[in-house]
C-alpha cells in the first residue's frame, strides 16, 4: 500500500437542489464515497452509498459487527429523499475501515450465494412448505356476514328509499 493517502472523492449532489438538477442533467454518482473528516490513516471513515437504503445498511452494520477489529459500525439515511445511506467504521489497532468495507462486502455476498443456493436445492427437492392459495377478501367477507356485519355488495346492504 502506498505512503500518500488515497484523494479524497466526494459526491456533488449532496443536497436537494443539485440533486434535482442531476436529475435534469443525468449526472451519476460513484457507488461508494469516503466523506470529509475522515482519519488521515483510514481507521475511522464515513462512507456513502449511493443508491442504497436501510436493506444493504443493515446487513453491512451487522456484518462488519461480527468482526472483532472493529470499533463501532454505524449508519444513517440522511434524509428520505435522498437515495443514499452514510456508513461509519472505526478500527481498532489502526486498521484499515477500507479494507473492513471491501471484507464485509466479500462476506455479505458470500452470504447470499450460500442463501441462494439453499433456496434453489429446496426449491428443487420440493423441500418447502406448500400452502394453498385462498381468496383473502371472500374470507373476511365471510367472516364478517358470520358476525352479523353487512359486506359491501351484498343486497340487504343496499339502502333504497
Request: hydrophobic letters at 35%; aromatic letters at 6%; proline letters at 4%.
Amino acid at each position: 500500500m502506498s505512503d500518500e493517502a488515497p484523494q479524497q472523492s466526494t459526491s456533488r449532489l449532496d443536497n436537494a437542489g443539485t440533486l434535482l438538477q442531476s436529475v435534469s442533467t443525468s449526472m451519476t454518482h460513484e457507488k461508494i464515497t469516503i466523506l470529509p473528516g475522515h482519519e488521515p490513516d483510514y481507521t475511522a471513515c464515513t462512507f456513502c452509498l449511493w443508491q442504497e437504503d436501510h436493506t444493504l445498511g443493515n446487513a453491512l452494520r451487522w456484518i462488519i459487527m461480527k468482526d472483532p477489529d472493529v470499533e463501532f459500525c454505524g449508519y444513517t439515511a440522511p434524509h428520505p429523499s435522498e437515495p443514499k445511506i452514510h456508513l461509519r467504521i472505526q478500527m481498532y489497532d489502526n486498521l484499515s475501515a477500507v479494507d473492513c468495507l471491501r471484507k464485509a462486502l466479500a462476506n455479505l455476498r458470500d452470504l447470499f450465494k450460500t442463501v441462494e443456493k439453499s433456496y434453489n436445492a429446496s426449491l428443487k427437492n420440493d423441500n418447502y412448505i406448500k400452502e394453498d392459495d385462498i381468496d383473502v377478501r371472500a374470507a373476511v367477507d365471510e367472516t364478517l356476514r358470520q358476525r352479523g356485519f353487512g359486506v359491501e355488495g351484498d343486497a340487504e346492504q343496499m339502502d333504497i328509499s
